[in-house]
């Protein structure tokens, strides 16, 4: 009897949440991820470079790559927080696209990704004498969009 009452106060406590108009919220998927303190540079005179990252105030993203001297691609490699990704690939322009993956939380079976232009003029090429080395220039902070 106790638990017919139970379910009794259930359904009445849904029909009036659905009455009144309350939802239950959805999950959704990103329409864009935050980027911090992004960091893209060759080590002079080693054969290493550096990427580096925050991406949604909460996870880093870091890759030692071999270069040597510019910066170079990154295959899609994960993130501390093992439900992001990212890769970087060269642009046509001399330039870099970071792209930054999750898993859809709507369709599971489903990534979702953006990517952020990381223009020519953007990087910057140092000369050491005997060396050279690529570096990023351009702000810390910025908005990796994810495509519609």
């Known amino acids: ?3 017919l009452s ?3 106060l259930t359904l009445a406590t849904l029909l009036a949440a659905t009455a009144s108009g309350a939802s239950i919220p ?4 990103p329409t864009s991820y935050a ?3 992004f960091f893209a540079s060759c080590i002079p005179h080693s054969l290493t470079c550096s990427y580096q990252f925050i991406v949604d105030a909460a996870t880093t993203c870091a890759l030692v790559p071999v270069g040597p001297d ?9 993130c501390a927080d093992p439900r992001y990704s990212w890769a970087v690939t060269r642009t046509a322009d001399g330039g870099l696209d970071l792209s930054i993956t999750t898993v859809s939380v709507v369709n599971p079976g489903v990534n979702v990704t953006g990517t952020h232009k990381i223009a020519s003029d953007e990087l910057e090429v140092t000369n050491h004498g005997s060396v050279q080395d690529q570096s990023y220039a351009g702000p810390q902070d910025f908005a990796v969009q994810v495509a519609a």
């Open 1 to 3: 009897m106790a638990r």
């Open 6 to 8: 139970s379910i009794k």
């Open 26 to 29: 959805c999950p959704q998927d």
């Open 35 to 37: 980027v911090t303190k």
């Open 70 to 78: 510019y910066l170079p691609e990154v295959p899609l490699t994960g």
